[in-house]
């Protein structure tokens, strides 16, 4: 299946942005302009295991996003994450169409382009990467990049070191509902979980103030786990307002996903977001999304219900509720 790149379309030299791109105006960045003096919380894991489950809790609960700083995963094993994955992208365009996914036929893990229209027939400007790391009944290593001969192996370690992150963000926020510790773990599959790497590429656009890389939405994870590259653009929605969120070196950017606020019974937030691009830099994530095996059973967790507070939420599979978000059903 021939599909147009963004990154070829951004190296053709374009001084205006083809149709296609041009948002409708109330969603154009530049008639939705970022809140000033406002910005987002920053949780550190250096203080008291009590301090924490409070920050997050917070956090989560006012905002539905957070930057974890203090997280022990080294800033030379993110670095070399974000190496890998922009040597990938700066492959001949025909090495990179060897890795080509089809959704159209179900195939989602490889190198992509977000062609699916929404309504409005717009597109984003973004190419991706997408495979999952874990668990490894899941993994499918022939889709994974050959080169950086390197991949698979920063790629491993980062997931490493990334279940151990997860466990310990999913302890809190079980702590901050008043659970015991594993709950929220447990209902999101245990050891099943999966772990889902997707390297966002936003190469320079003629026009960033008419394009979005990504439009706004909630991710249909647990949590999201996400390091950028130094530009920004990511923007979450908070009380009305779209609000920017800095560039925080070595800091893991976490947003909170509809299956935590269906098991929080809405006490956490699934945070809006959406991406901006720019002109003359290329603009990278890696996002990592924690998301329950497609047979899990998700609803609001019972000990949090009661007469005072009814569920807010449907109990479903994690595979319904995909299948439903993807086709814009009511959940």
Wanted: aromatic share 8%; charged share 25%; net charge negative.
């Amino acid at each position: 299946m021939e599909v147009e790149r963004i990154q070829a379309l951004a190296t053709a030299g374009l001084d205006v942005l083809p149709s296609q791109f041009v948002r409708p105006a109330h969603e154009r960045p530049e008639n939705s302009k970022a809140i000033e003096g406002v910005t987002v919380p920053v949780v550190s894991l250096k203080g008291s295991h009590e301090d924490s489950v409070r920050a997050l809790r917070s956090a989560c609960s006012e905002w539905g996003f957070f930057l974890l700083t203090d997280h022990g995963i080294p800033l030379e094993l993110i670095n070399r994450l974000k190496d890998v994955g922009i040597e990938f992208f700066s492959q001949p365009q025909s090495v990179k169409e060897k890795y080509a996914n089809d959704p159209s036929k179900g195939s989602f893990e490889g190198y992509g382009t977000k062609m699916t229209k929404n309504h409005d027939e717009k597109i984003e400007w973004i190419d991706y990467f997408f495979h999952v790391m874990s668990p490894p009944s899941r993994v499918k290593h022939e889709i994974w990049p050959q080169n950086p001969p390197s991949y698979r192996e920063v790629t491993e370690e980062y997931n490493r070191e990334l279940l151990k992150a997860t466990d310990v963000i999913l302890e809190l926020l079980s702590e901050g509902l008043g659970l015991e510790k594993d709950a929220l773990k447990t209902h999101l599959g245990g050891n099943l979980i999966e772990l889902e790497m997707k390297i966002n590429f936003y190469p320079p656009c003629p026009q960033p103030q008419l394009a979005l890389g990504v439009e706004p939405h909630t991710d249909m994870s647990a949590i999201t786990i996400l390091v950028p590259n130094d530009v920004p653009g990511l923007q979450v929605w908070k009380d009305g307002s779209w609000v920017a969120v800095d560039y925080l070196p070595g800091a893991l950017f976490v947003h909170i996903g509809d299956q935590i606020e269906v098991l929080s019974n809405g006490k956490y937030k699934s945070v809006l977001h959406r991406s901006l691009v720019n002109k003359d830099r290329t603009r990278m994530s890696w996002a990592v999304f924690c998301a329950p095996p497609p047979d899990a059973v998700i609803g609001p967790i019972a000990e949090i219900v009661d007469e005072q507070n009814p569920a807010k939420f449907s109990t479903k599979t994690f595979a319904e509720f995909r299948h439903r978000k993807f086709n814009k059903l009511p959940q």
